[in-house]
């Protein structure tokens, strides 16, 4: 019995990809702005309706290219439902995060809730997109206004989603995403910032190299996030597949969708009508009944090879590292979505066969 696993990397045809390598092997050029990294930042730059990308060696980098570039002090408003890399980044900067209780729909932080979260030295605010779920980007910029705070959106899961027909990273004053394999779209390894002016963008720029401008000036004290060329190529192939790779990701979430539509103590992802959505991820809330919770359900799968993951769990104030930031009392729904939440496998490799297994098991547990 095969395991099927929560994701896997799409992957075009080996022949095409060795194409664009014997081109960087006749160039020779590896790395610093090459061909292959220059077509994609463009190719980007139209997808998203964006005027600015600079592409990262991965998206942790380009979050904490973001908030360097921001200069930003003192305390950042976030969520303790995310990946760990969100909070790394801002302690790596020598920021305080305050952790910002979420909403049960969409897991996103809770708009209603950041005004009171709010401190003399806040600077910033670094919401996440949960799953490609649309923040309340109106809400928050709105609050961002009033308060003269910076907005980061970490859209690591966001790729190519749109809010009533606009990009959603055309919001807030910088947008972070990740093209590490597990992702939608991926170049192994890889990230970019989206700004939107040129003045943010070759900060951005310059700080990605190690703030380097020139053979004898530095400028910024910068790090090395630059994209690689074969990995800038391995994005560029992909391109052609997009919508192939967005219409079988959207049939197996209305695979599950339809065929798990009454179990009871199983709580489906729900896509609202305005979102253009990517189908990242496969997100149910395992209600606890009679004996039944999300553990036991995680526990059923993986007897049956079926490698269901607990995105996010813990929550990023359990950690032992961040605890001396948490506020429990203020993270109640945060606490629950974390303790009910499993994120069923969802990719293009997937057959009916291997959605007919996940679901078998569901509703046998």
């Known amino acids: 019995m095969k395991n099927i696993y929560v994701t896997q990397p799409f992957l075009p045809p080996l022949t095409e990809y060795v194409d664009f390598l014997e081109k960087i092997w006749s160039s020779q050029v590896l790395t610093n702005n090459g061909e292959f990294h220059k077509k994609l930042e463009g190719e980007l730059e139209k997808y998203f309706g964006v005027s600015c990308v600079s592409l990262t060696n991965n998206g942790t980098s380009a979050l904490v290219l973001a908030l360097e570039a921001l200069n930003l002090t003192g305390s950042v408003i976030t969520t303790p439902f995310t990946f760990i890399a969100t909070s790394n980044s801002l302690v790596w900067r020598n920021l305080r995060p305050i952790f910002v ?207 269901a993951r607990k995105y996010f769990y813990p929550l990023v104030t359990d950690h032992e590292i961040y605890k001396k930031y948490a506020q429990p009392d203020k993270l109640e729904v945060s606490r629950k979505v974390a303790d009910e939440i499993l994120c069923l496998p969802i990719h293009t490799n997937l057959s009916i066969d291997d959605l007919n297994r996940v679901i078998s098991v569901i509703k046998n547990a």
Request: proline share 2%.
């Open 101 to 307: 209780d979420i909403t049960s729909d969409d897991f996103n932080i809770d708009t209603n809730k950041i005004q009171d979260a709010i401190e003399e030295d806040t600077s910033a605010i670094l919401a996440v997109h949960c799953y490609g779920n649309p923040c309340d980007v109106d809400g928050i910029f709105e609050i961002a206004s009033d308060n003269g705070l910076k907005v980061i959106y970490d859209a690591a899961h966001a790729f190519g989603v749109k809010v009533n027909g606009k990009s959603l990273l055309s919001y807030g004053d910088l947008s972070t995403l990740s093209f590490h394999a597990t992702k939608v779209f991926n170049t192994f390894e890889g990230g970019c910032v989206i700004s939107h002016s040129e003045t943010l963008r070759k900060k951005i720029n310059n700080l990605k190299n190690f703030g380097i401008i020139n053979e004898t000036e530095v400028v910024e004290i910068g790090l090395n996030a630059k994209l690689a060329e074969p990995n800038a190529a391995f994005g560029l192939l992909q391109f052609s597949y997009l919508e192939n790779i967005f219409e079988r990701r959207k049939m197996v979430h209305d695979y599950y969708s339809d065929r798990l539509l009454h179990t009871e103590w199983i709580k489906l992802p729900h896509i609202k009508k305005h979102v253009y959505h990517n189908y990242s991820y496969y997100p149910v809330r395992v209600i606890n009944e009679n004996g039944k919770n999300r553990d036991f359900l995680y526990e059923k799968l993986r007897d049956n090879g079926i490698i």
